[in-house]
Nanobody, 118 residues
Framework: QVQLVESGGGLVQVGESLRLSCAAS????????MHWFRQAPGKEREFVAA????????YYAGSLKGRFTISRDNAKNTVYLQMNSLRPEDTAVYYC???????????WGQGTQVIVSS
């Protein structure tokens, strides 16, 4: 069992930055890929980025690479999503997720709202 708690969402202006955090807990965290997904109003949930606890390799949705950066702090069991140059279309609920297979989440956080205002 994995528990995930996101934080860091909020209201920002176009072009600003925001960093989301996901605090993870569980007995076998190292077995999981950690993901960020997002869901905009009226749209399906989409993959944003992923990272594992044991490898520096990161994975991104093609359209977001370069503006978004996923990272982790193993000592804190926390995964981050740094979002730069935010646009109105980045407005969404952002979810942290864990899964043993890349892009196949098994556990979800409650989500954190990000609103980018123009």
């Amino acid at each position: 069992q994995v528990q995930l708690v996101e934080s860091g969402g909020g209201l920002v202006q176009v072009g600003e930055s925001l960093r989301l955090s996901c605090a993870a807990s569980g007995r076998t965290l190292s077995m999981y890929f950690m993901h960020w997904f997002r869901q905009a109003p009226g749209k399906e949930r989409e993959f944003v980025a992923a990272i594992s606890w044991s490898s520096p390799t990161t994975y991104y949705a093609g359209s977001l690479k370069g503006r978004f950066t996923i990272s982790r702090d193993n000592a804190k069991n926390t995964v981050y999503l740094q979002m730069n140059s935010l646009r109105p279309e980045d407005t969404a609920v952002y979810y942290c997720a864990a899964g043993k297979v890349l892009r196949v989440p098994q556990y979800w956080g409650q989500g954190t709202q990000v609103i980018v205002s123009s």
